[in-house]
């Protein structure tokens, strides 16, 4: 009987700390070192497994970025194009576990630009805090694209474009719903599965036609290269989209907060990145392998059936749906963190609800205007991906490897020398990633292909 309400005590102090925010888990320590250690007082009930959290990552990461592998190996080969999906792939494992590593040793940080204060001071703080929230709406707006195509084609080019994407937008806001990772992470299972089918469909597809797209030669006319020999602008381009289709690292700070216990990320990560490289090395070969030349982008359009290609853009949908949801709930918890209160985003009552509310209504809203008002939007996404992603993906946490061990050069001097070539890497990604961007945009208003904004064709 004393157990038993031992056991009723407890559950009911669980449940008024979830109401007040306050995580049981530290409850018990000095108020001072509970604000290091659990800063956002977010009870435990209401965060996520490794499991879910690597589902995040999946979700968030294998998107539309994927859509392009196929035309990027198409453009190097089958040998260039399949090292550099594995060689960025490990790459971007290894700066996954960089950022890991930092947040252990600075257990106040929850974002990205908290992180970049320590190492940058208060200026680079603020300059990467504008990056990431410009950069996480351009993501936003990157998913809306590709969406809005997908809610045309199921209305086989009925609605208007500008329709589909603000369709798109609206169901984007009522996923975005749910507060935390957790919540978000659940309906990223259906994210994943969606992509999966997506992609075995166009598979099946392309491997049973007659022809290898709309217009294009027989099956027999294949031209497939082991290495091919293209210009310098093309080749960029190409490994561009490899490198920016790895570039979810933007929210791993979030995603290591908001875990039952922030030891378990890298497990999650590993997992993650693991069937994230081998579903990349899978897409890009095997369409490219019935493609060949005629390989488009995004891959579906390489399915010469019109209600194949309608079927698999409706299967996608969640899958865009989620990584933008992804994307904007980081976003939000990323501005919240700016109000005095510290735990502003976990809060169980009317004012924090509608605050959280309203600002998805403006994300997505800023988000969809960007995508439709712009018409070279496209190509300032790709700009936005080199300036920001480059950096978070593989600059920073390099550079936090270097702050970390700036005492210890001495000792190590390999270890200093190989995190300097990394981000002298990342610098290198920025500078040929805008060029790429830049040089389409110019390439796109000499040849009048500048599309209207709020148009209502499509393409």
């Not at 978070?392 to 946490?397: A, N, V």
Request: charged share 15%; proline share 4%; with cysteine.
């Amino acid at each position: 009987m004393e157990s038993a309400v031992k056991e009723a005590g407890a559950i009911g102090d669980e449940i008024s700390n979830a109401k007040n925010g306050t995580s049981v888990e530290h409850e018990s320590l000095p108020e001072e070192e509970q604000a290091t250690v659990d800063p956002d007082k977010m009870s435990k009930r209401y965060r996520a497994s490794w499991f879910i959290t690597a589902v995040l990552i999946a979700a968030e990461t294998a998107s539309s970025g994927m859509l392009s592998l196929p035309s990027a190996v198409q453009t190097l080969g089958y040998v260039p194009g399949t090292i550099l999906l594995v060689y960025f792939g490990a790459v971007a494992t290894y700066t996954g576990y960089l950022i890991h590593k930092f947040c252990e040793n600075h257990r106040e940080v929850r974002n990205y630009d908290e992180a970049a204060g320590i190492v940058l001071g208060r200026v680079g703080r603020e300059v990467i805090y504008a990056g990431q929230i410009i950069f996480l709406i351009c993501a936003m707006s990157s998913e809306i694209i590709p969406g809005g195509d997908s809610i045309g084609s199921l209305s086989s080019g009925k609605l208007c474009a500008s329709i589909s994407t603000l369709i798109f937008t609206v169901g984007g806001m009522i996923f975005s719903i749910p507060r935390t990772l957790k919540g978000v992470g659940i309906l990223s299972i259906s994210s994943l599965i969606t992509i999966l089918a997506a992609s075995i469909i166009c598979m099946v597809a392309v491997a049973r036609q007659n022809v290898q797209s709309q217009g294009g030669p027989p099956s027999s006319d294949l031209v497939l290269k082991a290495v091919t020999h293209v210009s310098f602008y093309e080749a960029i381009v190409a490994v561009t989209d490899i490198i920016f289709a790895y570039a979810g690292h933007v929210a791993f700070i979030n995603f290591i907060r908001e875990l039952i216990d922030p030891k378990l990320f890298l497990k999650a990560l590993y997992a993650a990145q693991a069937f994230i490289i081998a579903l990349y090395i899978l897409v890009a070969i095997y369409f490219y392998s019935f493609a060949g030349n005629s390989t488009q982008s995004p891959f579906f359009g390489d399915v010469a059936s019109l209600p194949v290609q309608q079927a698999a853009y409706g299967v996608l949908l969640p899958n865009l749906f989620l990584a933008g949801v992804i994307y904007c709930n980081v976003t939000a918890k990323n501005i919240l963190r700016r109000i005095p209160r510290r735990d502003w985003a976990y809060q169980v009552n009317w004012k924090s609800w509608g605050l959280w509310l309203v600002l998805m209504f403006i994300l997505w809203t800023v988000a969809f205007l960007l995508a439709e008002a712009i018409p070279i939007f496209d190509d300032l996404i790709g700009i936005a991906a080199a300036l920001f992603a480059s950096q978070f993906t593989y600059g920073l946490p390099a550079a936090f490897w270097i702050y970390d061990h700036r005492r210890e050069w001495k000792q190590r001097k390999l270890g200093m020398i190989f995190h300097s070539i990394l981000y002298l890497i990342s610098v290198f990604i920025l500078v040929v990633g805008v060029y790429s961007s830049a040089n389409a945009i110019a390439i796109a208003y000499q040849q009048n292909q500048v599309p209207t904004p709020f148009t209502c064709s499509f393409g």
